[in-house]
């Protein structure tokens, strides 16, 4: 009787135990890896999770949506927030003309130039807020 009881216990606990396979792999699409570590993955550039936004990954979020009047959305770089640095409720903004408080518009870039701005060359450019010039180039 005991050794019956026994084989029991172990047979339920050895098929219980391992009921799914798992081949090693840490694919997120494997559902019988136990391995599988499904964690969000902020800056993959997929909307995942909490995740507000992911990168370039803005869903239908623009700048009009978050209550501007236009510029460009960014993400913040936790996913958490939109990034609304780069839009503007300048009503003005865009019409390469500079006006108001604006530090340049469109093509409008005063007097300004990357040697002005510290820089031995390249192109000056306006942000899309015009409340700044992109030096990226």
Known sequence: MRSILCFLVISTLTVGGFSACDDGSSKK???NNVNNVNNVTCGDGQIEGAEVCDGTALG?????TQGFDGGELACATDCTAFDTTG?????????????DAEVCDGTDLGT????????E???????ANCGSFDTSS
Do not use: H, K, M, V
């Not at 300004?112 to 820089?119: D, H, K, L, N």
């Open 112 to 119: 300004a130039t990357c040697i002005s701005q510290g820089f």
């Open 60 to 64: 239908t979020a623009t700048c009009a």
């Open 29 to 31: 699409t494997n559902n």
């Open 121 to 127: 060359g390249g192109t000056l450019a306006c942000a």
């Open 87 to 99: 839009c503007s409720n300048n009503e003005n903004c865009g019409n390469n003309t500079i006006e």
